[in-house]
């Protein structure tokens, strides 16, 4: 039977560290991080996503802003508000909560953030830092999903170098910057899709697998290699009727748990593994930012939970 990666109490030690660096920002320079929320429209679960938001991150000692807009909202209204808030200058980081309402197009939203304040790392030259890699990442916004997958990889692989990874799924928001975080830790890395071939026979090659397919239950047992360590970051809703024959739902992630973890050596459960991860990142991102503001080093290393020293002498003097 596979370890069981423990997501949310190494989210919270993260958290924990994000307030000390928060604390240590309000004491010395009389910055209080501030993260402005924007959501529009009705969406569940967006609305859930934003709560819990706001809610740790006043745990950390981070301030927020949430601005809520209507469903109807326009593109104008929404890139108005955007640009009230890049030239607000207590403002340091601004989400947009994805997705946005049809009539509104979202790359021309996230790319009107101001990239030092992008703490999601969406903004196309946040993507494109990430993806030259290097000293760059430490000007960049790495987004938050795949940020918490690989500081949950780092913390329970011994050296990444040179591993088998496959990512499943190609996304703007997970697939795409898995693969390249996965680079940068000199993995041999795979993206697989709906549309590739022998899917199943490219899995059981990998040491690493990150699963962000948003497909319940597809990733199973007998597509992995005896060993591998997974990491699973979907979040689905499915129905199931419950011992009394009633219709309930509970939440599964993209990998069937069961039959992956008699093969696998480590995998992160749902819920309880990548989700509580992201918020966070997300948290550690905006306080990066405001010190990035106050003219000061980041706190952490990009990638990792060391000092920014410790992150230098191991990856960049090297
Ligand atoms: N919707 C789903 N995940 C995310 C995320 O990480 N950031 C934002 N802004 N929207 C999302």
Redesign the pocket.
Known sequence: MANIIDGKAFAAKIRSQVKEDADRLIEKSKVEPCLAVVLVGENPA?KV?VGAKTKMAAECNIKTKDYKLNDSTDQETLLKLIKMLNEDPDTHGI?????LPKQIDERSVIDAIAVEKDV?G?HAINAGRLSIGGDMLNKAFI???PLGSLLLLKDNVDDLTGKNAVVVGRSN?VGKPMSQLLIEESCTVTVVHSKTKNVESICSQADVVVVAAGRPEMVNGDWLKEGAVVIDVGINRIPVTKEDGSEGSKIVGDVDFESASNKASKITPVPGGVGPM?IAC?LRNTVTSAYRHAGLGDPRGTVDSESQDQYKEKYINH
Do not use: N, R
């Open positions: 967006s996503y989400l947009v909560q994805l997705p999601d969406f987004p938050c999903t928001i992201t997300l």
